[in-house]
């Protein structure tokens, strides 16, 4: 199982096994770790907003064009933000961070 690390904006850290095939989003919830996912997956809102490192970003397919137009909407996105529930955990992604913007609530 790849290990992953939650991130928040106060620096706090939640580390976790993630299953292969989930979604980041469907981990998120799983470990209730403060992704909120409103519209449950369907790409509608861009509540499950996620900062990658460069690496990890730059390994994954690029986002789509819908994914894009949803993250031009997500506070405090940058170059390597994408949608939780667009990325699909894979055994390469062991010791994946992922950052949670400054926006996303923190229930540690």
């Not at 981990?27 to 997956?41: F, K, M, N, S």
């Not at 790409?43 to 490192?53: D, K, Q």
């Not at 789509?64 to 031009?72: A, G, V």
Request: hydrophobic content about 45%.
């Amino acid at each position: 199982m790849p290990k992953v690390t939650f991130i928040y904006a106060d620096g706090r850290r939640m580390d976790a096994e993630a299953h292969i095939g989930e979604s980041i989003l469907a981990l998120a919830w799983r470990l209730d770790a403060g992704i909120e996912g409103d519209c449950e997956g369907a790409m509608a809102c861009s509540t499950c907003h996620v900062i990658l490192e460069e690496n990890a970003f730059d390994a994954l397919p690029q986002p789509s064009e819908e994914e894009e137009s949803i993250l031009d909407l997500a506070p405090g996105a940058g170059e390597t933000s994408r949608l939780g529930c667009q990325i699909v955990i894979t055994a390469e992604m062991d010791e994946l961070l992922i950052r949670l913007p400054a926006t996303a609530p923190s229930l540690l």
